[in-house]
T-cell receptor, first 112, second 114 residues
Framework: GQQLNQSPQSMFIQEGEDVSMNCTSSSIFNTWLWYKQDPGEGPVLLIALYKAGELTSNGRLTAQFGITRKDSFLNISASIPSDVGIYFCAGHPGGGADGLTFGKGTHLIIQP | DAGVTQSPTHLIKTRGQHVTLRCSPISGHKSVSWYQQVLGQGPQFIFQYYEKEERGRGNFPDRFSARQFPNYSSELNVNALLLGDSALYLC?????????????FGSGTRLTVV
């Protein structure tokens, strides 16, 4: 099945550094979402974006919905140890019948 | 309030067997969606049910089927299991059909096919 192009695949950073990851699609989406998944758990929603060009923050997290509606990025500022995990982007085309299309994930590893 | 509840949490099956996975949505949520997450990949959409009817289906073979009960709980059934069916199966519930902000995932059922 289709998966979004998410990069980077993994990141090794120092605590306190800023993080940036992005996601692109060949299809247009009406909603872009960013999730975090910890081991043994389901994805947890971090930020939802509903309008092209929208920039939304949630604490140290900031995400933007690309103008073309085919891309999105997520930034994490001043990373802390609990930010470790796998981050997924997901898109929804709108309407009632479709599920979410996910990226392959970015594995964030923070070195003390 | 209880979140999305899935059972069992883990199970091991043999190739060719059948499996049934269960999901109880958040109280007040009438839609349930199922996803398959193979190790190292993002979740893939399998089905969406709303008000006991199938509303959407992903690109999965007919070996996969599901249903939703009057209390809005749901079952995912997989027949003739293959090794490639080994995955984390996630259920998500929402108040209405389609995606909306209240779309919440459960912790999943880890299926291993040997």
């Amino acid at each position: 099945g289709q998966q979004l192009n998410q990069s980077p695949q993994s990141m090794f950073i120092q605590e306190g550094e800023d993080v940036s990851m992005n996601c692109t699609s060949s299809s247009i989406f009406n909603t872009w979402l960013w999730y975090k998944q910890d081991p043994g758990e389901g994805p947890v929603l971090l930020i939802a974006l509903y309008k092209a060009g929208e920039l939304t923050s949630n604490g140290r997290l900031t995400a933007q919905f690309g103008i073309t509606r085919k891309d999105s990025f997520l930034n994490i500022s001043a990373s802390i140890p609990s930010d470790v995990g796998i981050y997924f982007c997901a898109g929804h085309p709108g309407g009632g019948a479709d599920g979410l299309t996910f990226g392959k994930g970015t594995h964030l590893i923070i070195q003390p | 309030d209880a979140g999305v509840t899935q059972s069992p949490t883990h199970l091991i099956k043999t190739r060719g067997q059948h499996v049934t996975l269960r999901c109880s949505p958040i109280s007040g949520h009438k839609s349930v969606s199922w996803y398959q997450q193979v190790l190292g990949q993002g979740p893939q959409f399998i089905f969406q049910y709303y008000e006991k009817e199938e509303r959407g289906r992903g690109n999965f073979p007919d070996r996969f089927s599901a249903r939703q009960f009057p209390n809005y709980s749901s079952e995912l059934n997989v027949n003739a299991l293959l090794l490639g069916d080994s995955a984390l199966y996630l259920c998500a519930s929402s108040r209405t059909g389609g995606f909306n902000y209240g779309y919440t995932f459960g912790s999943g059922t880890r299926l291993t096919v040997v």
